[in-house]
């Protein structure tokens, strides 16, 4: 099962990702988290993307592409994955196509999370982000079980740079327009499976598994 996880920043797509991801007992490969794990080793690739994260912007799709072509290329994805945060934009997206048409693959399926505007900004000032695992919490929707700690290693949690509603505004704005054309792309596919992401967590996941097919 190859599938793409589609949806403004703040959807519930990584969360949402995570656990589809356990469910297939496939890799959930989120590019964010990537970069972020690039800044925290300190690599040539962490300091180039860092400043575009930090403004709210997308990294340049050249940066990203080799990246996930690689990625995907590795043994644990033989069965299937899961692309959160990826592709981000048409070019992602035809490259990707692309480097899985040379291999006689496609993608299966990209859900497309919803979520208004409106909400998003409310929710992401509550994420919350684990710097030691990359775990991510919610201060009212995933509370952790002791506050502001990481429950898998913990750590301290924090708020992220990008996640700041200034910066919110802007990856808004990058999402509707560089971001938001993926869904006729993969609409036009016959790809496309929509669910309501204002949903509680649960009922959004069992969304997912019925538009995947079960
Ligand atoms: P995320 O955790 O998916 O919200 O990603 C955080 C930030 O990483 C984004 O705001 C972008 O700056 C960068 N990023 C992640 N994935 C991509 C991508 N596929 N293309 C460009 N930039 C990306």
Same mark, same amino acid.
């Given at each position: ?23 297939? $007992? ?6 964010? %988290? ?16 860092? =400043?575009?994260? %930090?403004?709210? =912007?997308?990294?340049? $799709?050249?940066? &990203?592409?080799?990246?996930? &072509?690689?990625?995907?290329? +590795?043994? $644990? ?83 992220? $740079? ?17 971001? +938001? ?7 036009? +596919? ?5 669910? %309501? ?18």
């Amino acid at each position: 099962m190859k599938i793409i996880m589609l949806g403004a920043p703040g959807a519930g797509k990584g969360t949402q990702a995570a656990k589809i991801a356990a469910h297939y $007992d496939i890799p959930h490969i989120s590019t964010g %988290d990537i970069f972020r794990a690039n800044i925290k080793q300190g690599t040539e690739l962490g300091k180039k993307a860092k =400043a575009y994260m %930090d403004a709210g =912007a997308l990294v340049p $799709d050249e940066l &990203v592409v080799d990246l996930v &072509v690689d990625r995907i290329g +590795q043994d $644990d994805c033989a069965k299937g994955y899961i692309l959160d945060g990826f592709p981000r934009t048409i070019p992602q997206a035809e490259s990707l196509t692309e480097a899985l048409m040379a291999k006689n693959e496609a993608i299966d399926c990209a859900i497309d999370v919803e979520v208004p505007d409106e909400n998003i900004i409310n929710r992401m000032s509550g994420r919350r982000y684990c710097p030691g695992c990359g775990a991510t919490y919610h201060i009212v929707s995933i509370p952790p079980k002791k506050e502001g700690i990481c429950d898998n290693c913990g750590a301290e949690l924090i708020l992220r $740079d990008d996640d700041k509603a200034e910066t919110v505004k802007k990856r808004l704005e990058v999402y509707h327009d560089q971001t +938001q054309p993926l869904i006729e792309y993969y609409q036009g +596919q016959g790809k496309l499976r929509a669910v %309501d992401g204002t949903k509680p967590m649960e009922e959004v996941f069992e969304a997912i598994l019925h538009a995947l097919g079960e």
